[in-house]
């Protein structure tokens, strides 16, 4: 099948904040990339959609919504792009949901899916890391209630494994990964530590469970240890290495289009 024509659907969470512009920073680099496809984006999140709606007066479309239109369009095939971290509930529930739709579709995966992945996701960050030398890195996630929560803990292992102890990786949910982190922090005696979001956007999460003023933001509880705390406030997402992850996801999903299916608009 000719796949130059194939529309690509870009599905991210979503995000409530201002945060909004690193899907403009993503957007503009996987135009460039996919010049012959007509890119569209779609939200997972209902709780987001209905946020901007109420307050923002903007109309974010679900996943099945973007591909009915591409339906209505005459699209036979899609690829559907999970803008996602790892293969955890969003995810799931993504897959679930684009089979209701009468459209054929290839389905990117998320971030971190290969053992390859994990290797170009550590070896990407670099430049984001000081010299280790007197700052601790913590990298904090979301967390998940799904089996992958386990693609944290990997992670956390790749990378020590490529830059040695002092790295380390935390969830906001499903692990109290902060009072580990901080005990390993005090255990190598540095004072410095350098908060990295590893998250896709700088969101909500980031502006209150990480750095907030809360007694129980991830700043705060590892100041009240004696360690002094810097953030990094941006997300992934504003990462070009890992928007070229991505868009190597996208041509995996279109290369798996069968070259038997009709290359013409459906009738």
Request: proline share 4%.
């Amino acid at each position: 099948m000719d796949t130059s024509k194939t529309p690509i659907v870009l599905t991210a969470f979503g995000t409530t904040t201002r945060a909004m512009d690193t899907y403009n920073y993503m957007d503009k680099i996987i135009r460039e990339r996919f010049s012959n496809h007509k890119i569209e984006w779609a939200y997972s999140s209902r709780m987001v959609r209905d946020f901007s709606k109420k307050r923002e007066k903007i109309y974010l479309k679900s996943p099945q919504q973007v591909l009915s239109d591409l339906v209505a369009e005459g699209y036979p095939w899609a690829v559907v792009q999970s803008i996602h971290l790892v293969c955890g509930n969003e995810f799931d529930r993504l897959v679930e949901e684009i089979q209701h739709v009468p459209i054929r579709t290839s389905v990117g995966l998320p971030l971190l899916h290969s053992p390859k992945d994990y290797d170009r996701v550590a070896a990407g960050i670099v430049d984001l890391l000081p010299e280790l030398k007197e700052e601790c890195v913590i990298i904090v996630g979301h967390g998940t209630d799904h089996p992958m929560w386990a693609a944290y803990i990997a992670f956390e292992h790749k990378l020590q494994v490529r830059y040695g102890p002092d790295i380390h990786v935390g969830m906001i949910e499903n692990e109290d990964s902060c009072e580990r982190i901080v005990q390993a922090v005090r255990e190598s005696g540095k004072r410095k530590a350098l908060l990295i979001p590893f998250m896709l956007v700088a969101g909500v999460h980031f502006k209150e469970d990480l750095v907030g003023n809360g007694e129980d933001s991830w700043k705060n509880r590892i100041e009240r240890e004696g360690i002094e705390v810097r953030a990094i406030d941006k997300g992934l997402g504003f990462h070009r290495p890992i928007v070229e992850i991505f868009m190597d996801h996208i041509k995996d999903a279109l290369d798996a289009i069968p070259n038997t299916a009709s290359s013409s608009f459906a009738s």
